[in-house]
């Protein structure tokens, strides 16, 4: 069960009722991060065991949704998110998408999707008004040769340097001070699509646990708690601005030996069950 203890929090947060996304594109901004390489087993044990209090005060009261990633790893995940095929519901049926593309004969865009033009989520969102930002994080995002220009590409403002990547043990603090200048600095009546690619759970990750000197599960979760406490001002900063849409989500998970396995891009339940949620912060008016 969850932790019962009352969690003090500046974030006010309130508890999700859309039944359709054409109600939320042009009334607020949007806001998709994924935690790189995040377990649900740890994410939700994590909410469970009150280690994320952040987190918690957005999230649904049953915590974080399990799902299915519709890949293996970054680079393959984010080809699929930014198609609109965000990761599936763990239970049988087509399920009706947020967001979606023109595409004929897809049997998951219902009334309630909002169907954007364009090759992918931040070019339609362009045509519909938003300013597109992307903070990278990892690999894949790092702009340093063409495939690293790819998933960047798509957005029209993009950001990466060594400090918002995986070897910097203060990534998220820099990804979300970034975050935070850019969100000041737009006008508040130009609405946002901010993506963040959260890079601190990606091996190495070590060093968010003292005395530990190799990566292991427990340094996974330990690299998900200081992701928490370090989303705070990102949070402090979008109630300021205006009314939120957020995607919270994995891309895909990674193993620690389990079956003889360890690190991701194979298929197996570790690597394709992932921590998925959908959270509305109001503005502070």
Not at 43 to 58: D, E, F, K, N, V
Not at 123 to 145: A, K, M, S
Not at 155 to 177: C, I, M
Not at 226 to 238: K, S
């Amino acid at each position: 069960m969850p932790n019962t203890q009352t969690h003090q929090s500046s974030i006010t947060s309130y508890e999700l009722q859309i039944t359709n996304y054409n109600t939320i594109v042009g009334t607020h901004d949007l806001i998709f991060l994924t935690f790189d390489t995040l377990r649900y087993d740890v994410a939700q044990s994590l909410w469970q065991t009150g280690r994320t209090p952040h987190l918690a005060a957005l999230l649904p009261n049953t915590g974080w949704e399990k799902r299915h990633s519709p890949g293996s790893f970054t680079y393959a995940a984010h080809h699929a998110f930014f198609a609109g095929f965000l990761p599936t519901p763990i239970a049988p049926g087509k399920h009706p998408r947020p967001f979606a593309l023109q595409f004929e004969g897809s049997t998951t865009i219902a009334p309630e999707t909002c169907i954007l033009n364009g090759a992918s989520l931040p070019e339609g969102l362009v045509e519909r008004g938003y300013r597109t930002l992307c903070i990278g994080g990892v690999g894949f995002f790092n702009q340093c040769n063409p495939l690293g220009k790819v998933l960047p590409g798509l957005f029209q403002e993009k950001y990466w340097s060594p400090k918002l990547g995986v070897t910097d043990r203060n990534s998220t603090e820099h990804q979300v001070a970034l975050a935070c200048d850019r969100l000041q600095a737009i006008p508040q009546n130009q609405r946002v699509f901010l993506f963040i690619n959260l890079s601190a759970l990606h091996q190495p990750n070590y060093f968010y646990l003292p005395g530990a000197t190799t990566d292991s599960i427990e340094t996974h979760a330990a690299a998900l708690e200081y992701i928490d406490r370090a989303l705070v001002p990102l949070w402090e900063t979008l109630r300021k601005r205006a009314p939120s849409f957020g995607i919270l989500c994995s891309d895909h998970g990674t193993t620690y030996g389990e079956d003889g396995y360890t690190g991701h891009r194979i298929a197996h339940p570790i690597v394709w069950t992932v921590p998925y949620a959908e959270i509305l912060i109001e503005q502070n008016t």
